[in-house]
């Protein structure tokens, strides 16, 4: 099956750092990524929706100038947390869907655990 | 309004068959997905179903009927490393998927 990349698995930072998480496509080209947060024991949060090329979408109460994405190319999109602050800990996913396939699946990354200190 | 309702925890024992639930309400329905997570990692593909009836893979079958709103996941000879949560994502018509807080599947020897 396709294989979506994160990086990196896991970060510590300080209060007030910029975090950037990187979100590839390995075997396929992409035509929309999702973002999503995960707090434990909470169901998958959908934060935005990108297209290449294009502005992402991004879902109510997401603030698009904390979370910042590019999604350059059709195999990467990048997720920066910009001033980020103990609330954003949380476990950031990305996933990718080629748009091909029969099944309009979304292949899902190995996840970014984000720790604020 | 989009909603999913899921059992919050199941519990089986190894070696058994258990069937977990979801009934949900989407703006429109482009097909339902199951998920399963195991703590700390991303979600992985389990299922697919579009159409009404059963769609076997091996010792995983989901269920769809789509007037009803409802499907269904059966694991068989369930083992250990099944225990994990189970998301059932059905996808709107805007094929944005909606997730549910999922059920998780606690297996015992």
């Known amino acids: 099956g396709a294989v979506v990349s994160q990086h990196p698995s896991w970060v510590i930072c300080k209060s007030g750092t910029s975090v950037k998480i990187e979100c590839r496509s390995l075997?396929?080209?992409?035509?929309?990524m999702f973002w999503y947060r995960q707090f434990p024991k909470q169901s998958l949060m959908l934060m935005a929706t990108?297209?290449?090329?294009?502005?992402?979408?991004?879902e109510q109460g997401v603030e698009k100038d904390k979370f910042l994405i590019n999604h350059a190319s059709l195999t990467l999109s990048t997720l920066t947390v910009t001033s980020a602050h103990p609330e954003d800990s949380s476990f950031y996913i990305c996933?990718?869907?080629?748009?091909?396939?029969?099944?309009?699946?979304?292949?899902f990354g190995p996840g970014t655990r984000l720790t604020v200190l | 309004g989009q909603n999913i309702d899921q059992p919050t925890e199941m519990t089986a024992t190894e070696g058994a068959i258990v069937q977990i639930n979801c009934t949900y309400q989407t703006s429109g329905f482009n097909g339902l997905f199951w998920y399963q997570q195991h703590a700390g990692e991303a979600p992985t593909f389990l299922s697919y179903n579009v159409l009404d009836g059963l769609e076997e893979k091996g010792r995983f079958s989901s269920f769809l009927s789509r007037s009803k709103g409802y499907s269904y996941l059966l694991l068989k000879e369930l083992q250990m490393k099944d225990s994990a949560s189970y998301l059932c994502a059905p996808m709107d018509s805007n094929y944005q998927l909606i997730w549910g807080a999922g059920t998780k599947l606690i297996i015992k020897p």
């Open positions: 996933s990718a869907r080629d748009g091909v396939g029969e099944v309009d699946e979304q292949f």
């Open positions: 075997d396929f080209q992409a035509t929309t």
């Open positions: 990108s297209n290449e090329g294009s502005k992402a979408t991004y």
